[in-house]
């Protein structure tokens, strides 16, 4: 079955503590790794899309990155308007839908 | 803003009504997805329609049911509510068939009392 993991579950960094969130997935036919930020009552808000292992994209303070077998979002010196939950999902060539993950819901303390 | 226009944010309803849910999607997009986003289950796939054609099905329920217009926006109906149907339903939208650049919208807060 196609699953998408993602940890840690919850993530506490004071401002400028750089760190990283994991989604893993299942390794067969994989299209495309996406990544959303999701604020409390509002829709993802899309921020990368990932294609290939090796593949990298930056926005600001955040940068993702890609393996065979997972992908990490990398924040760096990050601030409390970066408080949200962050979501992966995965497309798979077998069909046009996104499987998400459970999430990671960061938060960074002044 | 993604683009993405839902309509209502928010409805309150009773156990065993009917509601409907529109979404219009972004200009020049295709394909229309709904998902349902409830405490205790993350984001679950309910649908997707493309160009007006139903393209693929999740995990949606015998009572909701969705279409596409031929102005591309779309509907789900969602009848006979029951108070676990209680969750934010999101519309996406991407150019294409194949999921690349999904785009959601701001979702409709969905209580079922």
């Known amino acids: 079955e196609d699953q998408v993991t993602q940890s840690p579950e919850a993530l506490r960094l004071q401002e400028g503590e750089s760190s990283s969130l994991n989604c893993s997935y299942t390794?067969?036919?994989?299209?495309?790794l996406f990544w959303y930020r999701q604020d409390p009552g509002k829709g993802p808000e899309f921020l990368f899309t990932l294609y290939s292992a090796g593949e990298e994209k930056e926005k600001e303070r955040l940068k993702a990155t890609l393996t065979k077998k997972e992908s990490f979002l990398h924040i760096t010196a990050p601030k409390p308007e970066d408080s949200a939950t962050y979501l992966c999902?995965?497309?798979?060539?077998?069909?046009?839908?996104?499987?998400f993950g459970e999430g990671t819901q960061l938060t960074v303390n002044p | 803003d993604s683009g993405v226009t839902q309509t209502p944010k928010h409805l309150i309803t009773a156990t065993g009504q009917r509601v409907t849910l529109r979404c219009s999607p972004r200009s020049g997009d295709l394909s229309v997805y709904w998902y349902q986003q409830s405490l205790d289950q993350g984001l679950q796939f309910l649908i997707q329609?493309?160009?007006?054609?139903?393209?693929a099905k999740g995990n949606i329920l015998e009572r909701f049911s969705a279409q596409q217009f031929p102005d591309l926006h779309s509907e789900l109906n969602l009848s006979s509510l029951e108070l676990g149907d209680s969750a934010l339903y999101f519309c996406?939208?991407?150019?294409?068939?194949?999921?690349?650049?999904?785009?959601f919208g701001e979702g409709s807060w969905l209580t079922v009392v």
């Open positions: 329609y493309y160009n007006g054609e139903e393209r």
């Open positions: 996406a939208s991407s150019v294409d068939t194949y999921g690349n650049t999904i785009y």
């Open positions: 390794v067969s036919g994989l299209r495309g």
């Open positions: 999902a995965a497309l798979w060539a077998s069909g046009s839908r996104l499987t």
